[in-house]
T-cell receptor, first 112, second 119 residues
Framework: EDQVTQSPEALRLQEGESSSLNCSYT??????LFWYRQDPGKGPEFLFT?????EEKEKERLKATLTKKESFLHITAPKPEDSATYLC?????????????WGAGTKLIIKP | GAVVSQHPSRVICKSGTSVKIECRSL??????MFWYRQFPKQSLMLMAT?????????EQGVEKDKFLINHASLTLSTLTVTSAHPEDSSFYIC???????????????FGPGTRLTVL
């Protein structure tokens, strides 16, 4: 069964303290792995798509990496405005509807 | 680019009434639109997938007669919650997937969500 597990559930960091969020997945043929950011009361905001092991993408203080079993979202010198829930999802290669299989998310809190 | 709007953002209605939520892709055409429901402190739960001009495909446990989905054009999908009851109160979010000709055709772009409260 296709599955996505994110850890930790919640992470509290001081401003400037770098860390990583983990997304482990099992899927019958990976088409893509997606990272989204969601603020309270809003829809998810697209961050990255990763397609193959070894791929990396960066955006401001965020960097996403991918292996055959997991993805990491590295956050460097975070600021309070980076506080949000970060969602990871995978898409199976054989799915003609391009549905996403979601993890439960990691709630990131950055304290000033 | 890749902006999706939802209307209304909030709605409060009485039990037994119907509520329609609109989802529009503003700067791209969408092959597929998805409707999700999200409970507090939980991840997204897919309700249904709809392709333009076709009937929606509903996930197991989602009543198709209660949650009517219409996808009449490549930029508009609507979700109608019929005979709403308090247990239908939730945060409803739509997403849209660009056409196959787009470089972003694998991705889903989300609307801001609609908070439904049924009294």
């Amino acid at each position: 069964e296709d599955q996505v597990t994110q850890s930790p559930e919640a992470l509290r960091l001081q401003e400037g303290e770098s860390s990583s969020l983990n997304c482990s997945y099992t899927v019958s043929g990976l088409r893509g792995l997606f990272w989204y950011r969601q603020d309270p009361g809003k829809g998810p905001e697209f961050l990255f798509t990763l397609y193959s092991a070894g791929e990396e993408k960066e955006k401001e203080r965020l960097k996403a990496t991918l292996t055959k079993k997991e993805s990491f979202l590295h956050i460097t010198a975070p600021k309070p405005e980076d506080s949000a829930t970060y969602l990871c999802a995978v898409q199976a290669r054989g799915d003609s509807n391009y549905q996403l299989i979601w993890g439960a998310g990691t709630k990131l809190i950055i304290k000033p | 680019g890749a902006v999706v709007s939802q209307h209304p953002s909030r709605v409060i209605c009485k039990s037994g009434t119907s509520v329609k939520i609109e989802c529009r892709s503003l700067d791209f055409q969408a092959t597929t639109m998805f409707w999700y429901r999200q409970f507090p402190k939980q991840s997204l739960m897919l309700m249904a997938t709809s392709n333009e001009g076709s009937k929606a495909t509903y996930e197991q446990g989602v009543e198709k007669d209660k949650f009517l989905i219409n996808h009449a054009s490549l930029t508009l999908s609507t979700l109608t919650v019929t005979s709403a009851h308090p247990e239908d109160s939730s945060f409803y979010i739509c997403s849209a997937r660009p056409l196959q000709t787009s470089v972003a055709y694998n991705e889903q772009f989300f609307g801001p969500g609609t908070r439904l409260t049924v009294l």
